[in-house]
């Protein structure tokens, strides 16, 4: 999984969530990113249904509307929540 893709889709529906809409460009980015770890947790034969959320708020942000304030938390929640149950990989170059 594209696990820093999925960060930043988190960060730019938490933007919005305090109400500062991301370009359309973002939007569509943090949209991609969401779908591909969907597909990447299909592929692993884990549900993809945790991100749904997160692909609904990512959704209406590339559309150039503002998801609901509680759609937005339950996106970032949703995507913190794969986060966490995501194995961690340390960079060798980090160690």
């Given at each position: 999984?594209?696990?820093?893709?999925?960060?930043?889709?988190?960060?730019i529906?938490?933007?919005?969530?305090?109400?500062?809409?991301?370009?359309?460009?973002?939007?569509?980015?943090?949209?991609?990113?969401?779908?591909?770890?969907q597909?990447?947790?299909?592929r692993?034969?884990?549900?993809?249904l945790?991100l749904?959320s997160?692909?609904?708020?990512?959704?209406?942000?590339?559309?150039?509307?503002?998801?609901?304030?509680?759609?937005?938390?339950?996106a970032?929640?949703?995507?913190?929540?794969?986060?966490?149950?995501?194995?961690?990989?340390?960079?060798e170059a980090?160690?």
């Amino acid at each position: 999984m594209h696990t820093n893709d999925l960060i930043i889709a988190q960060q730019i529906i938490a933007m919005a969530r305090v109400g500062l809409p991301p370009t359309q460009e973002a939007s569509g980015r943090a949209l991609a990113a969401i779908k591909a770890a969907q597909e990447d947790l299909r592929r692993s034969g884990r549900s993809a249904l945790d991100l749904d959320s997160a692909r609904a708020a990512a959704s209406v942000l590339a559309l150039g509307h503002r998801p609901h304030k509680s759609m937005c938390i339950a996106a970032v929640q949703s995507i913190a929540a794969v986060l966490l149950r995501e194995p961690q990989h340390v960079d060798e170059a980090q160690s």
